[in-house]
């Protein structure tokens, strides 16, 4: 079981960055899709990104497509996610989470999950 742990949240103005990171220990990291969800207070847990094992394939959801990029260090066993030209829209809790499909937009089919990171932007 790899446990993940999400980090680089915070609070930014609208139009301002932030750099999440995942990382993951315990489990053969290159071998796994990662994926990145968010969730808003009342609402439920929203797909975001994912990219495959060697990094070489990457997909968005339409709402972040142009704003985010994900990325990852099969050496450091972390995945990134670079979040540019912020909106109060994005503001959640973002977590990483562990797949063996492409593209799994569903929360239910995961069960490895980090402890999510708290993302604020105000307006």
């Known amino acids: 079981q790899v446990q993940l742990v999400e980090s680089g949240g915070g609070l930014v103005q609208a139009g301002g960055s932030l750099r999440l990171s995942c990382a993951a220990s315990?489990?053969?990291?290159?071998?796994?899709?990662m994926s990145w969800f968010r969730q808003a207070p009342g609402k439920e847990r929203d797909f975001v990104a994912a990219?495959?094992?060697?990094?070489?394939?990457?997909y968005y959801a339409d709402s972040v497509k142009g704003r985010f990029a994900v990325s990852r260090d099969n050496i450091k066993n972390t995945v990134f996610l670079q979040m540019n030209s912020l909106t109060p829209e994005d503001t959640a809790v973002y977590y990483c989470?562990?797949?063996?499909?492409?593209?799994?937009?569903?929360?239910?089919?995961?069960?490895?999950w980090g402890q999510g990171t708290q993302v604020t932007v105000s307006s």
């Open positions: 315990g489990g053969t990291f290159s071998n796994y899709i």
């Open positions: 990219i495959s094992g060697s990094g070489a394939n990457v």
């Open positions: 989470a562990t797949t063996q499909r492409w593209v799994e937009k569903r929360p239910s089919r995961y069960n490895n």
